[in-house]
């Protein structure tokens, strides 16, 4: 048989089909890899969201869970009851405690030969037993230094004498769907039948137990009017230092950008006595004030305006327009990147803003609170449930995560738009 011989085509296209085929795996690996970053990224915030629908004593389940469960419960004899799971000659049965039955104390025997003395429990060939249906005989037996108690058990109508490991008191099982079917165990070592059950109602007693609802409105207040005041400043002051020429205008905005190295530690006392020379102490307008003016913010969109071209402004001048004119008609509309990175920054900075706060607003005044220390005064309040800690995290949270989503086309592209031209 003639051998095939492959021609130039058919090598080319096979060397095509295994660049793509490469291609398409080194592309599902990279997106393997991603998306596991993702999700290490967003797990601290999945387990905080989760963690706020459960109940105190869920989240301190072991081993830990993500989900927020609650235990199945049936009304038996005018009450609830928990439902369990038990199982039964290897089958998983639905069952509650039959409450009007006594706890039974039953004796698990074996023989001394068998009897591990170190750790009874781990015993081989345990019998469990009912102590009430064996006779204890009045001498012990020593095993390694131990003692134990001899009993004698009567199994399948034959009386043995039997060592008796551990003792335990159980109670009587009945399956909810057959009474017939009966066992005894321990509730405690039985596990509960369980379902996925949020408890959105978490949110509403974080709200009342720590005055959050009114904390939440005066931090949006000062949020939503410290950003438009940073956004309105920095828009005239960018402006300003990209298009209008005054004498020292570079050497004033040199100077102005230079007080961004100066740490806030250095500003907090005299800050702190401006504001009780002005009677705003324990305010939320010093919460405000003192934050409308930002110099990183006229960078940006110094930065930014310098980019926009000459000939627009000129030929607008040329129509007769006011500077001011410029800036709204032309400038602004331009900048919308630029501007929602400003906002989207400045948003969380003064959303998530703590130490002002805390220096500035005394702690027993709780209508001047703010999110941030409405929630290191819950960290205190509800130490033993952080279900209702991590509950209130959530709500400062979610917020500002809404914000980013919604505007993070636009910071993406006024971090990619806005560079160093100077």
């Given amino acids: 048989m003639a051998a095939t011989t492959m021609t130039p085509q058919t090598k080319i296209r096979d060397e095509r089909r295994q660049q793509m085929i490469w291609l398409w795996v080194q592309r599902i690996m990279l997106y393997l890899v991603l998306t596991l970053v993702a999700f290490l990224m967003i797990f601290p915030f999945l387990y905080m969201f989760f963690t706020s629908l459960k109940t105190a004593d869920d989240v301190f389940h072991s081993p830990p869970r993500l989900l927020p469960y609650s235990p199945e419960t049936i009304e038996r004899n005018g009450e609830q009851v928990p439902v369990y799971a038990v199982q039964i000659d290897g089958v998983t049965r639905e069952m509650v405690v039959d409450d009007s039955v006594p706890a039974v104390t039953f004796g698990w025997f074996t023989t001394a030969e068998q009897i591990n003395a ?3 429990e781990a015993s081989a060939g345990l019998i469990q037993v009912p102590l009430d249906e064996t006779t204890e005989l009045p001498d012990a037996v020593t095993i390694d230094g131990e003692n134990f108690d001899q009993f004698q058990v009567t199994i399948n109508g034959q ?15 009945v399956d909810i769907n057959d009474p017939t079917i009966t066992t005894y165990a321990a509730p405690r070592n039985t596990p509960q039948v369980e379902f996925v059950d949020p408890q959105w109602e978490n949110y509403n007693t974080v709200i009342a137990l720590n005055n959050l609802g009114r904390a939440l409105v005066n931090t949006a207040l000062v949020t939503v009017l410290v950003t438009a005041g940073q956004v309105s400043t920095s828009l005239l002051g960018g402006y300003a230092f990209s298009r209008i ?27 702190y006595q401006v504001m009780v020379i002005l009677g705003w102490q324990d ?7 003192p934050w409308l003016f930002t110099a990183y913010g006229t960078f940006l969109m110094r930065q930014f305006f310098v980019t926009i071209p000459k000939d627009l402004e ?10 001011f004119g410029i800036l709204w008609r032309i400038f602004i509309p331009l900048s919308g990147p630029a501007i929602a990175t400003q906002t989207i920054i400045t948003f969380l900075y003064a959303w998530n803003s703590f130490l002002w706060p805390l220096i500035i607003i005394n702690a027993g005044n709780l209508n001047d609170q703010v999110v941030t220390l409405a929630l ?7 130490a033993s449930q952080p279900n209702l800690v991590l509950t ?7 917020p500002p995560m809404i914000v980013f ?6 910071f993406i592209e006024g971090i990619a738009s806005t560079g160093l031209k100077g």
Avoid: K
């Fill in 118 to 120: 170190q750790n009874p």
């Fill in 159 to 173: 009386t043995q004498t039997l060592v008796l490991a551990y003792r335990r008191g159980l109670r009587l099982f």
């Fill in 245 to 271: 020429r005054f004498r020292g205008r570079d050497t004033l905005f040199l100077v102005y950008l230079g007080t961004i190295m100066i740490p806030f530690v250095v500003l907090i006392i005299p800050l």
């Fill in 283 to 289: 305010s939320l307008v010093s919460l405000i004030i």
């Fill in 314 to 323: 000129e030929a607008a001048l040329l129509d007769g327009a006011s500077r």
């Fill in 376 to 382: 290191n005064h819950l960290r205190n309040v509800a």
């Fill in 392 to 398: 209130g995290a959530a709500v400062a949270v979610i």
């Fill in 405 to 410: 989503v919604l505007a993070q086309r636009y």
